[in-house]
T-cell receptor, first 113, second 109 residues
Framework: DADVTQTPRNRITKTGKRIMLECSQT?????MYWYRQDPGLGLRLIYY???????NKGEISDGYSVSRQAQAKFSLSLESAIPNQTALYFC????????????FGEGSRLTVL | TQLLEQSPQFLSIQEGENLTVYCNSS?????LQWYRQEPGEGPVLLVT?????EVKKLKRLTFQFGDARKDSSLHITAAQPGDTGLYLC?????????FGTGTRLLVSP
């Protein structure tokens, strides 16, 4: 089983719908992240959390929200999805924050029609 | 906003050829990571370099961090089909990790 698990792996939805992407990890790391990947733009940080009570905005947080339900669980929500949120979303964990290795999930491909 | 530009964006070569991928920025980074991502999977760390001028080797892959810590390169010797994937550099700084734009490599048998 993967150490960082994302669900769903693929989702097609319509404009205006609420979507939640879930991430769970068995690595025991405190630090968790949500990234978005678009062709030619690399990975961009949406939100990050350094422990259960800590939530921080990344560079592209508008239109997104997160919840850290437990050390092992970090979910990303799109309250009202729009087509330009169509992308590949990755959850990641780390031990050392931004200086250390990131461990990524397998990604959640979201299509907003 | 710090940017990391990678070149080339796409590279299609034959097995056995050598190649170099570049990662450039106008900003200084305290560390530079290289990841490889295969289709349907998340990126996986290949190496981290932290000292200006540092060179690290991982089998047929050679990574170099520029003296001024603004740029990095990845050189692959005698590429193999298993090297196919998306290569991402990522610059580490205070409270941030900036990813490059990515280089997609295809190595044909």
């Amino acid at each position: 089983d993967a150490d960082v698990t994302q669900t769903p792996r693929n989702r097609i939805t319509k404009t205006g719908k609420r979507i939640m992407l879930e991430c769970s990890q068995t690595k025991g790391h405190d630090r968790m992240y949500w990234y978005r990947q678009d062709p030619g733009l690399g990975l961009r940080l949406i939100y990050y959390s350094f422990d259960v009570k800590d939530i921080n905005k990344g560079e592209i947080s508008d239109g997104y929200s997160v919840s850290r339900q437990a050390q092992a669980k970090f979910s990303l929500s799109l309250e009202s999805a729009i087509p330009n949120q169509t992308a590949l979303y990755f959850c990641a964990t780390s031990v050392q924050g931004f200086a250390g290795e990131l461990f990524f999930g397998e990604g959640s491909r979201l299509t907003v029609l | 906003t710090q940017l990391l530009e990678q070149s080339p964006q796409f590279l299609s070569i034959q097995e056995g050829e050598n190649l170099t991928v570049y990662c450039n920025s106008s900003s200084v980074f305290s560390s530079l990571q290289w990841y490889r991502q295969e289709p349907g999977e998340g990126p996986v760390l290949l190496v981290t370099v932290v000292t200006g001028g540092e060179v690290k080797k991982l089998k047929r892959l050679t990574f170099q961090f520029g003296d001024a810590r603004k740029d990095s390169s990845l050189h692959i010797t005698a590429a193999q089909p298993g090297d196919t994937g998306l290569y991402l550099c990522a610059g580490g700084g205070f409270q941030k990790l900036v990813f490059g734009t990515g280089t997609r490599l295809l190595v044909s048998p």
